[in-house]
């Protein structure tokens, strides 16, 4: 099992949760490894909003590509997180 943890979540569970799960996960031979990811409680929920560039390429359109990228930046890490998971089962 593993509990990902934000690292900016001044609402977060994990370690509640994780001391809940523990006798159950090790009474079938499991282990709970923690995640500690840069975001907060909200990065799961960050859009993939389209920009739509106009008819010439203005810095408006760099920066808000620019700052898409970083806003989103989290929200990949968290997906990769969760994949290599799934993958390693």
């Known amino acids: 099992m593993v509990s990902v943890k934000f690292s900016v979540d001044a609402i ?4 509640i949760i994780e001391d809940i799960l523990r006798p159950r996960v090790d009474s079938i031979g ?4 923690k ?9 799961p929920c960050i859009q993939d909003v389209k ?3 106009g008819s010439e390429y203005t810095p ?3 920066l808000a590509q620019g700052l898409k990228s970083l806003a989103l930046n ?8 969760i994949a290599d998971y799934f993958r390693s089962l």
């Open 12 to 15: 977060d569970d994990t370690d």
């Open 30 to 33: 499991g282990q709970i490894k």
């Open 35 to 43: 995640v500690v990811l840069s975001g907060t409680h909200l990065t």
């Open 51 to 53: 920009w739509q560039v």
């Open 60 to 62: 408006a359109d760099a």
């Open 74 to 81: 989290e929200t990949r890490v968290l997906s990769r997180t």
